[in-house]
């Protein structure tokens, strides 16, 4: 099995249980006792830096900014965490994933020698820390995990790490309202994106048009190129004659009457053509005679 401890709390879990364990809770550190350790890690860690206590205080505090996983080569120490829980053990032939964050006071019981590799947030190695390189720690209790790259400033002058500024509730979420996002120790405001210019909504009247489009057509006595819908008739009342017929029985009286003036003016016009005719002839029978009369005179 592998004991896991969270703040102030201890879970037993096999390894592939790992993956499941709470993750709003904050992972101190992982140990794996010797007879369970997996031999590809034995193997790997061959490959990692060695550590030996000879030289260095027996005692002595120590914060991991960056996670470390150890394999004990041999010796024994004794470690103290500083939010409180129970101090534990490690001693040769057992494997400890000391999480960011983690801060404790060594006690070596016996001279130690220890495999060692940095990883990163994404679980691959990476290069030692830098001790001159600028930090910032967490002020939240039980925290203490580095968080230079980013973080918030309260107004109570605390640097509060992403993590425990976003699940914080109650009384300590209000204590952060106001607080600084900082990036590298220096205050950082978020670029706003640009909105997008909506796309214009068609008018509901468009519609209602190409609807009523038809009732309209069918209205006027069309439907379509072809087809055609007589209008109804409109209905007569009983014993009243219509503006309509009215109006076509006074236009079928005028045509007789403009006829009739028609005829009598034609009769007018024949007869005076007569009168006009008959004074022709009598005038021209009038000069022939003269004529005539004068030719026998010259004749004698």
């Given at each position: 099995s592998v004991e896991v401890i969270f703040q102030r709390t201890t879970v037993r879990a096999s390894l592939h249980e790992l993956p499941h364990l709470p993750a709003e809770s904050m992972v101190l550190y992982t140990l794996t006792r010797a007879p369970e350790v997996d031999e590809a890690i034995v193997k790997a860690?061959?490959?990692?830096?060695?550590?030996?206590?000879?030289g260095d205080p027996t005692k002595f505090p120590y914060e991991y900014p960056v996670e470390e996983r150890v394999l004990i080569i041999c010796g024994k120490a004794e470690l103290t965490p500083d939010d409180g829980s129970e101090p534990f053990t490690i001693e040769a032939g057992d494997a400890v994933r000391f999480h960011v964050g983690f801060a404790c006071n060594w006690k070596v019981l016996e001279p130690m020698k220890?495999?060692?590799?940095?990883?990163?947030?994404?679980?691959?190695?990476?290069?030692?820390?830098?001790?001159?390189?600028?930090?910032?720690?967490c002020d939240n209790e039980g925290c203490g995990k580095e968080c230079?790259?980013?973080?918030?400033?309260?107004?109570?002058?605390?640097?509060?790490?992403?993590?425990?500024?976003?699940?914080?509730?109650?009384?300590?979420?209000?204590?952060?309202?106001?607080?600084?996002?900082?990036?590298?120790?220096?205050?950082?405001?978020?670029?706003?994106?640009?909105?997008?210019?909506?796309?214009?909504?068609?008018?509901?009247?468009?519609?209602?048009?190409?609807?009523a489009a038809p009732r309209r057509q069918q209205k006027k006595g069309v439907v379509g190129a072809e087809e055609e819908v007589a209008a109804p008739e409109p209905k007569k009342k009983k014993g009243a004659k219509t503006k309509a017929a009215t109006q076509l029985g006074n236009a079928e009286e005028q045509p007789t009457h403009h006829t009739t003036r028609a005829e009598a003016h034609e009769k007018h016009l024949t007869v005076d053509a007569a009168d006009v005719n008959d004074d022709n002839r009598t005038t021209r029978s009038e000069s022939a005679l003269a004529k005539a009369s004068v030719y026998r005179r010259r004749l004698e």
């Amino acid at each position: 099995s592998v004991e896991v401890i969270f703040q102030r709390t201890t879970v037993r879990a096999s390894l592939h249980e790992l993956p499941h364990l709470p993750a709003e809770s904050m992972v101190l550190y992982t140990l794996t006792r010797a007879p369970e350790v997996d031999e590809a890690i034995v193997k790997a860690s061959t490959a990692w830096d060695v550590w030996d206590s000879k030289g260095d205080p027996t005692k002595f505090p120590y914060e991991y900014p960056v996670e470390e996983r150890v394999l004990i080569i041999c010796g024994k120490a004794e470690l103290t965490p500083d939010d409180g829980s129970e101090p534990f053990t490690i001693e040769a032939g057992d494997a400890v994933r000391f999480h960011v964050g983690f801060a404790c006071n060594w006690k070596v019981l016996e001279p130690m020698k220890k495999y060692f590799q940095y990883y990163g947030d994404d679980g691959k190695e990476c290069a030692p820390p830098d001790p001159d390189a600028p930090k910032i720690a967490c002020d939240n209790e039980g925290c203490g995990k580095e968080c230079w790259d980013e973080s918030f400033y309260t107004k109570g002058g605390l640097d509060i790490c992403p993590r425990c500024f976003k699940k914080a509730r109650g009384a300590e979420k209000k204590s952060y309202i106001g607080a600084v996002h900082q990036k590298k120790g220096e205050a950082f405001v978020e670029e706003e994106e640009e909105e997008a210019p909506k796309p214009k909504r068609k008018r509901a009247r468009t519609k209602a048009k190409t609807k009523a489009a038809p009732r309209r057509q069918q209205k006027k006595g069309v439907v379509g190129a072809e087809e055609e819908v007589a209008a109804p008739e409109p209905k007569k009342k009983k014993g009243a004659k219509t503006k309509a017929a009215t109006q076509l029985g006074n236009a079928e009286e005028q045509p007789t009457h403009h006829t009739t003036r028609a005829e009598a003016h034609e009769k007018h016009l024949t007869v005076d053509a007569a009168d006009v005719n008959d004074d022709n002839r009598t005038t021209r029978s009038e000069s022939a005679l003269a004529k005539a009369s004068v030719y026998r005179r010259r004749l004698e």
